[in-house]
């Protein structure tokens, strides 16, 4: 099966998160997988959350090559399609359905990629798959294959099929989810100087955060280190002094920037007016040297792909390699994908066609030249 019609298959598969449902899919892409000599697990971290591992025994003693990737997708959102999102239908070069770009193109073309090279190479490819259930809700897959060590192998080198246009990124940020807290008294609104407005005390303590300034150099591919308040929510009625608030942060981190640090500058932004009430993600940055040999390869292999060597990038979102890279033995690794940022999250999602068959194709001498 091609990379194409293997995208419409899975674009036809509902794996919105939540619930996610992954299963189906899953074991789809097992069989198929199967079918050509892989061998496979199966790990739900709950119900019908599954997450496919597969790979070769390949007939070198060298590491495999690991390549990973998400089988869920976000909500429809309430904008309606002007196309169904589960059809993947074709309207010259664009590729129209729910997880086109993010990221089942990714994962498509890199299965049948997969599959070629283990055709190509007899079976003695050494190549590894990791598809995951609940990355959109902060790599939950990942972290639970993170904490099962014995189910993932050190590997020699990954490659991630997030959202790049094809360009290989060689890192991307970390990120701290946050929700923060302040506490005031309630009374009523007549005679405000009897309570605590808690709000007032949130507003205070999200001026401070938003002046906040990390002290660390930029990072040459990934720049600074950004925060962001994203919901807020306080009181009860408009005529009571709102006893409560809470707010939620997002900080976006850079390699050489330790979380640890993070909580306690907040932590002291924050002062009298709030507290942090709940940690709810920490993914650490991922980056790899440039000039790592095996990144040289991949920059060398999508050269005449792309029709110009590619300049060291970073991206800004994170993935489940902020998980999967300490797991796998701290291995080289890059972000490489047809999907476009531009077009993910959003109604009528599309992958241009054109991208996920280049996908497939560099995978494949990805996958050759580190077998060869």
Same mark, same amino acid.
């Given at each position: 099966m091609n990379a194409i019609d293997l995208t419409r298959r899975l674009v036809a598969m509902k794996t919105i998160?939540?619930?996610?449902?992954?299963?189906?899919?899953?074991?789809? #892409?097992?069989?198929?997988?199967?079918?050509?000599?892989?061998? $496979?697990?199966?790990?739900?971290?709950?119900?019908?959350?599954?997450?496919?591992? !597969?790979? $070769?025994?390949?007939?070198?003693?060298?590491?495999?090559?690991?390549?990973?990737?998400? /089988?869920?997708?976000?909500?429809?959102?309430?904008?309606?399609?002007?196309?169904?999102?589960?059809?993947?239908?074709?309207?010259?070069?664009?590729?129209?359905?729910?997880? !086109?770009?993010?990221?089942?193109?990714?994962?498509?073309?890199?299965?049948?990629?997969?599959?070629?090279?283990?055709?190509?190479?007899?079976?003695?490819?050494?190549?590894?798959?990791?598809?995951?259930?609940?990355?959109?809700?902060?790599?939950?897959?990942?972290?639970? /294959?993170?904490?099962?060590?014995?189910?993932?192998?050190?590997?020699?080198?990954?490659?991630?099929?997030?959202? $790049? /246009?094809?360009?290989?990124?060689?890192?991307?940020?970390?990120?701290?989810?946050?929700?923060?807290?302040?506490?005031?008294?309630?009374?009523?609104?007549?005679?405000?100087?009897?309570?605590?407005?808690?709000?007032?005390?949130?507003?205070?303590?999200? #001026?401070?955060?938003?002046?906040?300034?990390?002290?660390?150099?930029?990072?040459p591919v990934l720049g600074a280190p950004t925060l962001n308040i994203g919901t807020i929510a306080g009181g009860n009625a408009i005529n009571i002094v709102p006893e409560r608030a809470i707010f939620t942060v997002d900080i976006r981190t850079i390699p050489g920037q330790p979380h640890a640090a993070i909580y306690r500058q907040v932590e002291d932004c924050l002062g009298d007016d709030a507290r942090i009430s709940k940690r709810r993600l920490d993914c650490p940055p991922v980056e790899t040297d440039a000039n790592h040999p095996w990144i040289q390869d991949v920059f060398g292999i999508m050269e005449p792909i792309l029709k110009a060597r590619p300049a060291p990038r970073g991206i800004n979102y994170f993935t489940d390699a902020s998980a999967l890279v300490p797991a796998l033995g701290n291995p080289p690794a890059v972000i490489l994908g047809p999907g476009d940022l531009e077009r993910i999250h959003k109604t009528d999602e599309y992958c241009l066609v054109s991208n996920i068959e280049i996908a497939e194709e560099a995978y494949y001498q990805i996958m050759m030249r580190w077998n060869s």
């Amino acid at each position: 099966m091609n990379a194409i019609d293997l995208t419409r298959r899975l674009v036809a598969m509902k794996t919105i998160n939540p619930p996610g449902q992954e299963c189906a899919c899953a074991r789809f #892409l097992g069989g198929l997988l199967e079918k050509a000599g892989f061998k $496979t697990r199966y790990l739900e971290f709950a119900e019908a959350r599954t997450c496919l591992i !597969a790979w $070769t025994d390949g007939q070198d003693e060298r590491r495999p090559i690991c390549f990973s990737g998400h /089988l869920d997708t976000v909500p429809l959102g309430v904008i309606p399609w002007s196309r169904d999102p589960f059809s993947g239908s074709i309207e010259g070069d664009k590729l129209y359905g729910l997880g !086109a770009s993010d990221m089942k193109g990714g994962v498509a073309a890199m299965v049948a990629a997969a599959l070629r090279a283990t055709c190509a190479s007899h079976g003695k490819a050494n190549i590894m798959l990791i598809l995951t259930a609940g990355e959109e809700a902060g790599c939950q897959g990942a972290f639970f /294959l993170a904490q099962t060590a014995q189910q993932l192998p050190p590997v020699g080198a990954l490659v991630v099929g997030e959202p $790049t /246009l094809n360009h290989p990124c060689i890192a991307h940020k970390g990120v701290i989810w946050l929700d923060v807290q302040a506490d005031g008294v309630a009374a009523h609104a007549s005679v405000p100087d009897k309570g605590v407005n808690a709000i007032y005390k949130a507003a205070r303590a999200i #001026l401070r955060l938003q002046a906040l300034s990390f002290p660390t150099p930029n990072n040459p591919v990934l720049g600074a280190p950004t925060l962001n308040i994203g919901t807020i929510a306080g009181g009860n009625a408009i005529n009571i002094v709102p006893e409560r608030a809470i707010f939620t942060v997002d900080i976006r981190t850079i390699p050489g920037q330790p979380h640890a640090a993070i909580y306690r500058q907040v932590e002291d932004c924050l002062g009298d007016d709030a507290r942090i009430s709940k940690r709810r993600l920490d993914c650490p940055p991922v980056e790899t040297d440039a000039n790592h040999p095996w990144i040289q390869d991949v920059f060398g292999i999508m050269e005449p792909i792309l029709k110009a060597r590619p300049a060291p990038r970073g991206i800004n979102y994170f993935t489940d390699a902020s998980a999967l890279v300490p797991a796998l033995g701290n291995p080289p690794a890059v972000i490489l994908g047809p999907g476009d940022l531009e077009r993910i999250h959003k109604t009528d999602e599309y992958c241009l066609v054109s991208n996920i068959e280049i996908a497939e194709e560099a995978y494949y001498q990805i996958m050759m030249r580190w077998n060869s």
